[in-house]
């Protein structure tokens, strides 16, 4: 997982020094299997018979009339994978957006992975929004979907609210980055100038 893990320990300047730092990486090894979100989706998202359980919430796949997924998100590619190796042909349809230049790093046949723009939005991720409402415009009662959020989700979904356009969106972007901002009060204004966030 680490891939210079030899060289940081024998950079090590003594056997207590090199021991310690094989200790510390295989820590950190651990923690990132942990975040994995292959091993997140799989962990709260489970058949078990007839019922898919998303955590501790059983729904009886027999009143599912079609599963879809959406979402966006740095880590989205890898968990739209997951999502269909637990779920295979169940998904009738699904879009997440993806960073730009990742899509050869997953497999997926029945959700879409769209490549997009991060941290800087762009027309690719707001197409893939659109489709995203498209899908959802179809659903009924009896239709489940899984939405796959994560990380760089606010960048990758941008869908401007009325009387913006997404050159507006863009630009302040840009501005907004190296002002110094939290990404919470980037997340704060990009809510505020979306058609989706903030429970629209």
């Known amino acids: ?50 019922r898919v359980l998303i955590r501790d919430q059983a729904f009886d796949l027999a009143s599912v009339a079609r599963i879809m997924v ?6 989205s ?11 295979g042909d169940r998904i009738d349809e699904g879009i997440v957006n993806i960073l730009r230049n990742t ?4 497999h997926t046949e029945r959700i879409e992975l769209n490549e997009a723009g ?20 179809k659903l009924n009662r009896n239709d489940m979907v899984i939405s796959l959020i994560s990380g760089g989700g606010s960048a990758l979904m941008p869908l401007p609210a009325l009387g913006i ?3 507006d969106k863009i630009e302040l972007t840009r501005m907004l980055l190296p002002s110094g901002a939290t990404i919470d009060e980037i997340n704060v204004v990009r809510k505020h ?3 989706i966030k903030g429970g629209r």
């Open 1 to 50: 997982m680490i891939r210079n893990k030899d060289s940081l320990i024998a950079n090590g300047l003594s056997t207590q020094d090199r021991d310690a730092r094989k200790i510390c990486l295989r820590l950190l090894e651990k923690a990132l299997e942990a975040v994995d979100p292959r091993k997140v989706v799989k962990t709260a998202l489970r058949i078990v018979g007839d």
């Open 70 to 75: 959406v979402g966006a998100g740095k880590a």
């Open 77 to 87: 590619g890898a968990m739209a994978e997951a999502s269909e190796e637990i779920l």
């Open 103 to 106: 899509k050869s790093l997953y």
């Open 118 to 137: 991060h941290p800087t939005p762009d027309q690719a991720g707001e197409d893939g929004v659109q489709r995203m409402l498209a899908i959802i415009s």
């Open 165 to 167: 356009d997404l050159h």
């Open 193 to 195: 100038i979306s058609a």
